[in-house]
């Protein structure tokens, strides 16, 4: 495996850790903040910000804290500002005071003093009903006083209720306020993080790229070096051939020079007819290089026209092993004809021993011999035109070296071309995703905005509430609305009397829509909170919720103001991995995707292997599902060499659908340990087996290679 594969795996590996770590601190996050522990609740959260910042559910997290943290915040002001109870004070009324006793007036000494027991009106005592009227009149002041007191004391409480109220509505307005400057901050956040990723990804692209030119110009290097080298060698043993050839030619031309001069100091005759018989044997020998020359020839064609095939065929490591045993045969058969030429000479060296003992009869066929020896000079001149033949061969075979590379530069300039396509492929790639992430942020900003102007207009109904002082009329509706929203969004003629409702109890417009807001989303989340009680968000959780908001009308940003409540109940949502399934049934009643998808994967379709290679590397799958017939292009066993040969992708588990005859001859021969093959029509449960086997083997890979 490549050192590229290998940092892509382990990159991997740590990416799936990682998002595990900071599941788990999510999950510790919100068992702290059922327990109003916020501090730790932060804590974990930081700790999931670190491990993984692209997790959406942080943020819905961190509102959930904000929310309880103002509400918490609130009921202890709440608590602050109602004084403690003081203690009624006792009103008594205060007993009357007697009345001063009148004085008599003085008297004459020369007045008589009263008679005893009579009664006169100036020494008589005051009236009781007087009395009586008196002390009524000072409790019924007492009591008026009473009660104007407890009046003020009730206004005094009335306008310290109103002014708490008020408080509390600017504090909600502040919660409100700051609410909005949080979500600008974390869209500008998500802004600065985009462009974040937006300049790493294209220094990673370009770092790629490099990387790949600098591999591929080395590679190419190489394999033009091992050519050349090979041309160089191949072209060196032919002339030590020639050489050889013309040195073994010249030998002979000498032994026959010798034996002529040593024939003709002793008899001409015989040396004529030693010559002759030299000749023909040297001649049947010329005939046979001749003819070994010719099967060179064909063999030197054969082998072009073999190396040319090589430059365009796939398996050219294993011709070119081909083409090295037969260079290897080749050298032991001209080791073979040498030794027999070898042998060859001896053999003639003792038949000119013997032909010295028969010189005498040579005598009488001296002119005879003189002619042939003629003809025998003729043939040398025919043979040295073979030589010339020969030569000429040799720089066809420099010319034929020469238009080998230059066709090696055509298919290296060919090479540059496709590595230039491919880059602005990569670039175009590129391009289509920041202008995805674009489109999202827009949608965020949009989203972001219909958030503001809803919690603005729920702000505004809150004031018009109060200052109108609409709080009961706005109960009575609020209670048959929920009556209303129990099941889903009410209809038409259900709608129209509840507005009429609103009308009778002078409920403004906008009041109205911020209730039937309030009402709507509070009946959606019971519904999601009963459907996760009753745990049918296992396998279906998007569809259901889909379904649900579809049912209770909530648009995409009320989706994303609520739903962060009960994210957390969705992370058990079971997913087994990615499969990228390829197949020309895809839309049939024999599609595997429904099966696949109920059995907890996420199923990317490509109906032909082309498609799927334009696939494979923005989806990254956990395992590929292929036919092995298509009709036209490549076949589902032609696709799996195409992976077998690029590293990024031949440790991916592959499983093979066909026919039993080709699942047979596949499993027959020899397939590798991510590989495996099934026959049509599908059996879903040995598929299974087989899927899990193979995942299965993928982890213990994957973990073998931390």
């Known amino acids: 495996m490549s050192s590229k594969t290998l940092n892509t795996v382990q990159d991997l590996s740590k990416l799936n850790s990682a998002k595990d770590a900071a599941r788990q601190c999510?999950?510790?996050?919100?068992?702290?903040?059922?327990?109003?522990?916020?501090?730790?609740?932060?804590?974990?959260?930081?700790?999931?910000?670190?491990?993984?910042?692209?997790?959406?559910?942080?943020?819905?997290?961190?509102?959930?804290?904000?929310?309880?943290?103002?509400?918490?915040?609130?009921?202890?002001?709440?608590?602050?500002?109602?004084?403690?109870?003081?203690?009624?004070?006792?009103?008594?009324?205060?007993?009357?005071?007697?009345?001063?006793?009148?004085?008599?007036?003085?008297?004459?000494?020369?007045?008589?003093?009263?008679?005893?027991?009579?009664?006169?009106?100036?020494?008589?005592?005051?009236?009781?009903?007087?009395?009586?009227?008196?002390?009524?009149?000072?409790?019924?002041?007492e009591a008026i006083r009473i009660l104007g007191e407890l009046r003020q004391k009730e206004a005094a409480e009335r306008v310290a209720a109103e002014m708490q109220k008020k408080r509390e509505y600017e504090a909600l307005a502040a919660a409100e306020e700051q609410r909005r400057r949080e979500l600008e901050m974390r869209v500008e956040t998500d802004r600065q993080r985009q462009r974040e990723l937006e300049a790493r990804l294209a220094a990673e692209t370009e770092r790629r790229r490099e990387e790949d030119n600098r591999t591929l110009e080395e590679r190419r290097r190489r394999e033009l070096e091992s050519r050349a080298n090979a041309e160089e060698q191949r072209r060196r043993e032919l002339e030590s051939r020639v050489y050889e050839e013309e040195r073994k030619r010249?030998?002979?031309?000498?032994?026959?020079?010798?034996?002529?001069?040593?024939?003709?100091?002793?008899?001409?005759?015989?040396?004529?007819?030693?010559?002759?018989?030299?000749?023909?044997?040297?001649?049947a020998a010329e005939e046979q290089k001749r003819r070994e020359l010719e099967a060179r020839i064909a063999a030197e064609e054969q082998r072009r026209k073999e190396m040319e095939a090589r430059i365009a065929a796939e398996e050219q490591r294993f011709r070119e092993e081909m083409a090295r045993k037969e260079e290897e045969r080749k050298r032991r058969e001209l080791e073979a004809k040498a030794a027999m030429e070898e042998q060859i000479r001896r053999e003639l060296e003792q038949r000119v021993a013997e032909e010295e003992k028969k010189r005498k009869e040579l005598e009488r066929k001296a002119a005879t011999e003189e002619m042939r020896r003629k003809d025998i000079e003729s043939r040398i001149v025919q043979e040295e035109e073979r030589r010339k033949?020969?030569?000429?061969?040799?720089?066809?075979?420099?010319?034929?070296?020469?238009?080998?590379?230059?066709?090696?530069?055509?298919?290296?300039?060919?090479?540059?071309?496709?590595?230039?396509?491919?880059e602005e492929l990569r670039r175009r790639d590129a391009e289509a995703r920041v202008q995805q992430e674009q489109k999202k942020l827009k949608d965020m900003q949009r989203q972001v905005e219909e958030l503001t102007r809803a919690l603005e207009q729920e702000k505004r109904a809150r004031d018009e509430v109060s200052r109108l002082g609409l709080q009961s009329p706005v109960k009575q509706l609020r209670e048959a609305l929920e009556r209303a929203w129990e099941n889903g969004a009410p209809d038409d003629p259900a709608a129209q009397p509840l507005h009429q409702q609103a009308l009778d109890l002078a409920i403004p417009p906008e009041v109205e829509q911020s209730i039937i807001r309030e009402v709507k989303l509070e009946m959606y989340s019971k519904a999601v909170k009963a459907v996760i009680a009753k745990k049918k968000l296992l396998r279906s959780s998007s569809s259901t919720l889909e379904w649900l908001r579809k049912v209770y009308q909530v648009s995409v940003a009320e989706y994303l103001e609520n739903e962060s409540k009960f994210l957390l109940d969705?992370?058990?949502?079971?997913?087994?991995?990615?499969?990228?399934?390829?197949s020309k049934t895809i839309g049939s009643k024999e599609d595997l995707t429904p099966k696949l998808k109920s059995s907890g994967f996420a199923v990317v379709q490509a109906t032909t292997p082309e498609n799927a290679l334009e696939k494979i590397e923005k989806v990254n799958p956990n395992i590929i599902i292929c036919d092995t017939d298509f009709p036209g292009g490549l076949s589902g066993i032609k696709f799996l060499h195409v992976l077998r040969v690029n590293s990024k992708f031949n440790y991916i588990p592959f499983v093979l659908i066909g026919e039993a005859g080709e699942i047979a001859q596949l499993k027959s021969s020899e397939l590798k340990p991510n590989e495996s093959a099934i026959k049509y029509p599908v059996d879903y449960e040995e598929l299974m087996n087989v899927m899990n086997e193979k995942l299965t083997w993928f982890r213990e890979y994957i973990s073998s290679l931390k």
């Open 389 to 422: 033949q020969f030569e000429d061969l040799a720089a066809s075979e420099e010319r034929l070296r020469r238009q080998l590379e230059e066709k090696m530069r055509e298919e290296f300039r060919r090479q540059q071309e496709e590595t230039r396509l491919a």
């Open 250 to 283: 010249k030998e002979l031309e000498d032994r026959i020079a010798h034996e002529e001069r040593r024939v003709r100091e002793t008899e001409v005759r015989a040396a004529e007819e030693q010559r002759r018989r030299e000749y023909e044997i040297r001649t």
């Open 570 to 582: 969705l992370v058990a949502d079971q997913y087994k991995g990615t499969i990228l399934l390829v």
């Open 26 to 141: 999510l999950l510790a996050a919100d068992k702290f903040l059922k327990e109003s522990q916020f501090e730790l609740a932060k804590q974990q959260l930081d700790k999931a910000r670190e491990l993984d910042p692209s997790n959406a559910y942080i943020f819905a997290f961190q509102d959930r804290i904000t929310h309880f943290e103002e509400a918490r915040k609130k009921e202890a002001a709440a608590k602050a500002a109602v004084p403690p109870p003081t203690p009624p004070k006792e009103h008594t009324i205060p007993k009357p005071a007697p009345a001063p006793k009148p004085t008599p007036p003085a008297t004459s000494s020369k007045q008589a003093k009263p008679a005893p027991g009579a009664v006169t009106a100036e020494n008589a005592p005051p009236a009781e009903s007087d009395q009586a009227r008196l002390a009524e009149e000072r409790k019924r002041q």
